[in-house]
Antibody, heavy 122, light 110 residues
Framework: QVQLVQSGSELKKPGASVKVSCKAS????????MSWVRQVPGQGLEWMGW????????TYAQGFTGRFVFSLDTSASTAYLQISSLKAEDTAVYYC???????????????WGQGSLVTVSS | QSVLTQPPSVSAASGQKVTISCSGS????????VSWYQQLPGTAPKLLIY???KRPSGIPDRFSGSKSGTSATLGITGLQTGDEADYFC???????????FGTGTKVSVL
């Protein structure tokens, strides 16, 4: 079954770090670009950027540079999102989402992980 | 802050039709394809429409997409209670060099 399975919910204190995993199954991770999308509870979707799973080269959207890092473990078919120096405003559900092609003018996400809730609270 | 604007909510009776608008600019909708996603309560978004008017395998033809100028529209016919969800549009924005999503629309079945 083709799916993306993400790691579970995390509760972190301000200033800590978190690493969210996204395991691809049913297809080869390196065949598709992977994006990350943030959703603050009760709000809309924000595109965070993507990682080229063939080269490991990440691209970050404005507002997601510096503290956010996309990475891969291709041997484990897994993509990662790490957030450092966590702030309360980082509290959100983070989704990994697969891009079926690399044509940006036709950007769309055909497969989504179930989401990982990261809560930042003292 | 979302670049694409959608109405906060739309509603209709079971079996009726609703349309959801997504307003953008020449930087996004006007010159790029549009996608639409359905997010049922407590679940991840699901692709409904891509390349403005194409449906992925498994998506019923009750769902349709179209575009005119800098606005796109999602149509849902034969509305069912299972269609109650949040719907988001999405596109590439060439000025921002980023993917952008709409503000989201909650569909209610009366």
């Amino acid at each position: 079954q083709v799916q993306l399975v993400q790691s579970g919910s995390e509760l972190k204190k301000p200033g800590a770090s978190v690493k969210v995993s996204c395991k691809a199954s049913g297809y080869i991770l390196t065949s598709y670009v992977m994006s990350w999308v943030r959703q603050v509870p009760g709000q809309g979707l924000e595109w965070m950027g993507w990682i080229n799973t063939k080269t490991g080269n990440p691209t970050y959207a404005q507002g997601f540079t510096g503290r956010f890092v996309f990475s891969l473990d291709t041997s484990a078919s897994t993509a990662y999102l790490q957030i450092s120096s966590l702030k309360a405003e980082d509290t959100a559900v983070y989704y990994c989402a697969r891009l079926p092609n690399v044509v940006v003018t036709a950007l769309h996400f055909d497969l989504w992980g179930q989401g990982s809730l990261v809560t930042v609270s003292s | 802050q979302s670049v694409l604007t959608q109405p906060p909510s739309v509603s209709a009776a079971s079996g009726q039709k609703v349309t959801i608008s997504c307003s953008g600019s020449s930087s996004n909708i006007g010159n790029n394809y549009v996608s639409w996603y359905q997010q049922l309560p407590g679940t991840a978004p699901k692709l409904l429409i891509y390349d403005t008017d194409k449906r992925p395998s498994g998506i019923p033809d009750r769902f349709s997409g179209s575009k005119s100028g800098t606005s796109a529209t999602l149509g849902i016919t034969g509305l069912q209670t299972g269609d109650e969800a949040d719907y988001f549009c999405g596109a590439w924005d060439r000025s921002l060099g980023a993917g952008v999503f709409g503000t989201g629309t909650k569909v209610s079945v009366l």
